[in-house]
């Protein structure tokens, strides 16, 4: 039995007219104290809760192909410092434009049956969330830098 914490932070740089924009979503994934796991995704054109559901289903789907098995029982934490999406997830509120990405992590969570799923809403002003949002913040610059110098599109 694993009992696994992943932290998920995202980083959106917004276009001027709107809260959409170059975005990226990073996590690490824990058991005990240990890190097993990380990963960061790289929009070029998201909006912040959108880069979120894209965030977990991103870590989740790696900790699911490295570390689960059908014969033994888990516990997954997810915790992220965005409440309305935490909120959206655990049917604390309903929006029509993230129903596709609720129902795309219901859909993983019950092809698990033997894991138990929590998602939580913690503050990014912890401690041990400064890593992720490091992550999220210069990933997002890293990737996007990486990708103009070996010219690879960006669309």
Not at 16 to 34: F, P
Not at 40 to 50: S, T, V
Not at 88 to 112: A, D
Request: glycine letters at 6%.
């Amino acid at each position: 039995m694993g009992n696994y914490l992943i932290i998920i932070d995202t980083a959106t740089q917004p276009n001027e007219n709107t809260k959409y924009g170059e975005s990226s979503a990073a996590w690490i994934i824990y058991i005990g104290n240990t890190v097993i796991n990380a990963g960061i995704q790289y929009f070029i054109h998201h909006g912040p809760n959108k880069v979120v559901y894209e965030g977990i289903l991103g870590a989740l789907n790696q900790l699911e192909h490295e570390h689960f098995h059908s014969s033994g029982t888990d516990n997954v934490k997810i915790v992220c410092d965005c409440k309305v999406v935490i909120d959206q997830i655990n049917h604390k509120c309903v929006s029509e434009k993230m129903k596709s990405y609720q129902r795309s992590i219901e859909s993983f969570c019950l092809r698990h049956k033997n894991v138990k799923f929590s998602f939580c809403y913690e503050s990014d002003r912890e401690q041990y969330y400064k890593i992720v949002h490091m992550l999220s913040k210069d990933g997002k610059s890293w990737l996007k830098n990486w990708l103009k110098k070996n010219n690879k599109s960006l669309k």
